[in-house]
């Protein structure tokens, strides 16, 4: 790998999927039930690759484990045992009434000391976990719903407090494994290995910053079928697999023709990041109506892209039948003028339908306030991609915003159900949803992005990948993959500005693969960085 190229992150096989707690326990009973898959063989092959991840990462000292109830606490005892088997030094506290003898030990040395020999005194846990080079988090599973009971919550304060890097198994304790939320103490892990996939819950704040490096393991379950897990990942291979092809023989109207509708009087700007990013998005021709006071700082800033004239007569309607898909709301303001110009965008055409549609910024303002056509009759005519941010998502479902913190993947779901389209819910993470199939979690958005503007190189993006060919959710997941890849390539951190993400575009396009890990264990199938 060369020092000049930042590593593509995260690695992710091209379908990760992201099960919910209870889709993972359907999923277990499947391959147990089903399939034939011995119960112990699983519980091995996890606590087998906790151990050789713990081994790569932290290959030399003691490891400590903190071993709860149930199959959690049983990865973890059989992580201890092999590591016990390969020559390390390590030691387990019990935070449950486990079996004695553990039959999961296969009778090798573990010393144990129960939490009730520790109990309310912080110096003798910290003189248990004290001489760790790192300590392995088996106290609760990713079933535990509402804050941890006082035992196991004592175990997380010391834990939390040990200042001994953490290795969380499947998801930090106390973290829900749904929503993400926390309610009470929560581990603070600086590694999760997850099995068989990312639980979704460890993919969302707050939850997400608990998490620390994100790594999911195959350990043995059957293929998962479409359905079993109601959310994927956005992954490199996943984004790679779905970006436009151009064949060799082709010309600009073959490749897409974007429309971007931006920018009412004096709000040239949003216009030219709208129109900049889709032409880097590869679209072959784009045109930007905007008003006709900003004619000049467009043609001036991207010279490449076709203007018209908002005011002239027709000319909208011409630009709109000759595109292959239209982005709308940038900068458009909501006063009069800019409700008719959204209107006669999501106007039905001559055939009843109309162009592949993104609508974003005022566009969403517009028909939050009803002064719009009704969202789900646009969106059984035509393609159609609506990128809110929470606020907007707000207004757009008459949806407390609390609620929609709360409950991110539902609000998004609901949200495209009801609208028969794709929606784009912005945030930390990003989701897509379409009116059926998986819920697409994006795995490369960054705070670097938190700045005004980006919101517009994401609308040209999304439309330039319509234009192109991409349905809506599709075109939304990508967008995000590609914005938020190209503000890593950058560099910038806080000083990231929307220009920079339009120019490291052509870069986040030409990457290719299914990213880059440096575990070297065949079985990882995601390995995400702490979020940042």
Not at 205 to 232: D, W
Not at 359 to 384: E, H
Not at 407 to 415: E, F, H, L
């Amino acid at each position: 790998m060369s020092a000049l190229r930042l590593p593509l992150r995260p690695f992710g096989r091209a379908r990760v999927p992201a099960p919910t707690a209870a889709e993972s326990a359907a999923i277990d009973r499947e391959a147990i039930d089903v399939v034939g898959v011995p119960q112990p063989v699983l519980m091995e092959n996890a606590g087998r690759s906790a151990a050789q991840i713990v081994s790569h990462l932290f290959p030399r000292g003691t490891v400590v484990g903190v071993v709860g109830a149930g199959n959690n606490g049983g990865d973890a005892l059989v992580a201890l045992r092999t590591l016990a088997a390969w020559g390390r030094q390590v030691r387990a506290v019990l935070v449950a009434d486990r079996p004695a003898p553990e039959v999961l030990l296969h009778g090798w040395d573990v010393p144990t000391v129960s939490d009730a020999e520790l109990g309310d005194d912080p110096g003798r846990w910290a003189g248990v976990l004290a001489g760790a080079v790192v300590v392995v988090d088996g106290i609760l599973g990713t079933g535990v719903r509402g804050a941890p009971r006082d035992r196991q919550a004592r175990a997380i304060r010391a834990v939390n407090a040990a200042g001994r890097p953490v290795l969380a198994i499947d998801i930090p304790s106390g973290v829900n494994g749904d929503s993400g939320a926390v309610d009470g103490e929560a581990v603070q892990a600086d590694v999760t290995v997850s099995f068989g996939g990312p639980k979704l819950g460890a993919l969302l704040h707050p939850g997400r910053a608990r998490v620390g490096r994100l790594v999911a393991v195959e350990i043995a379950f059957p293929p998962v079928e479409a359905g079993a897990a109601s959310a994927e990942v956005v992954t490199p291979a996943w984004a790679h697999g779905h970006r436009p092809v151009r064949g060799p023989d082709t010309h600009k109207n073959a490749v897409g023709r974007l429309l971007v509708v931006a920018g009412k009087p004096g709000m040239a700007g949003a216009a030219v990041m709208a129109t900049r990013a889709g032409l880097r998005s590869g679209a072959g021709l784009v045109q930007v109506c905007s008003a006709p006071e900003n004619r000049t700082v467009l043609q001036a800033a991207v010279p490449e892209a076709i203007f018209v004239d908002a005011a002239a007569p027709d000319a909208l309607e011409d630009a709109l039948a000759q595109a292959n898909a239209v982005a709308v709301g940038p900068g458009l303001g909501t006063d009069a003028w800019a409700e008719a110009l959204l209107g006669r965008v999501l106007a039905p055409g001559s055939s009843g339908s109309g162009p592949g549609t993104v609508v974003d910024a005022d566009g969403l303002n517009l028909l939050a306030a009803g002064r719009g056509p009704d969202i789900a009759a646009v969106g059984a005519a035509r393609p159609l991609l609506l990128t809110p941010h929470p606020g907007e998502m707000s207004r757009l479902r008459g949806v407390d915003g609390q609620a929609i913190a709360a409950d991110r993947p539902g609000t998004v779901r609901a949200a495209a159900e009801a609208w028969g389209c794709a929606v784009v819910l912005k945030g930390a993470p990003s989701l897509v949803a379409g009116s059926s199939g998986p819920l697409l979690v994006d795995a490369v958005g960054t705070s670097d992005l938190a700045t005004a503007g980006m919101g517009d190189v994401l609308t040209g993006v999304c439309g330039g990948l319509m234009a192109q060919g991409l349905g809506p959710l599709e075109a939304g997941a990508l967008g995000l993959h590609l914005t938020g890849r190209s503000a890593v390539l950058a560099g910038l951190g806080k000083a990231l500005t929307p220009a920079d993400v339009v120019d490291r575009l052509p870069e986040a396009l030409a990457e290719e693969g299914a990213g880059e890990t440096d575990l070297g264990l065949p079985f990882v199938v995601f390995d995400q960085d702490p979020a940042r």
